[in-house]
């Protein structure tokens, strides 16, 4: 066999090492319907090098994957993004990013096992690919947040008329976010972290 090119397969780099006052570990998924910044989100917020497994659509995927309002995307997900952001010196959050698409579904069950919660983005152009997502998380008692992603020719709507379009409770909260934006990412995680702990001073997480 050939390992010509296994130099580019390198150790772990100095900033990879977790902080050894880390304590705790917890796993986020970030979900929503196809491009709706996933990905980009993913890639933002990580203070690792994130790991994206992106695949070039391929005729499979036409048809198939609903691409309206992501005409200038060339590739999609099919496997999922990893990454990893510290929120304080003890607590790192480890972050999946998982398609939305229907033929992936298969691969949900290992993903949204042990996770803490998700962050489900929205597109408001496209609410409706995010509708499947979100019934999915409650069939498994995952906790989710909404964040939506501010998409510029997207029509921008009052939260309490999301809310009633999506079907949400009142306690879930909705946010505006720039996936693209570390700041704007790491607010939502941040919103995510504090409905998770107010969940768990009720008692309601499972
Ligand atoms: N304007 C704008 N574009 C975004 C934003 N987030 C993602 N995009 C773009 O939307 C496309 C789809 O994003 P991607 O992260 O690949 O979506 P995914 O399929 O959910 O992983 C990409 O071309 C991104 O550059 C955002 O907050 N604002
Ligand atoms: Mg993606």
Sequence with gaps: MDFKNSDTVTGPRKEDHLPHTAQAAVKIVIVGGFGVGKTTMVGSVSEIKPLTTEETMTQAGVGVDDDYGSESKTATTVAMDFGRISI?????????????????WFLWNGLFEGALGAVVLIDTRRLEVSFDVMGRLEERGVPFIVA?????????????ELRTALDL????????????????????L??????LHSLAMSGALR
């Design 148 to 160: 939506v992603n501010s998409f510029p020719d997207a029509p921008r709507y009052p939260v309490e």
């Design 190 to 195: 941040m919103t995510l972290m504090r409905f």
């Design 88 to 104: 304080t010196d003890q607590l790192v959050l480890y972050l999946f990013g998982t398609p939305g698409q229907e033929r992936f």
């Design 169 to 188: 409770s009142e306690d879930i909260p909705i946010v505006d976010c720039d996936a693209r934006r570390r700041a704007s990412s790491r607010d939502t």
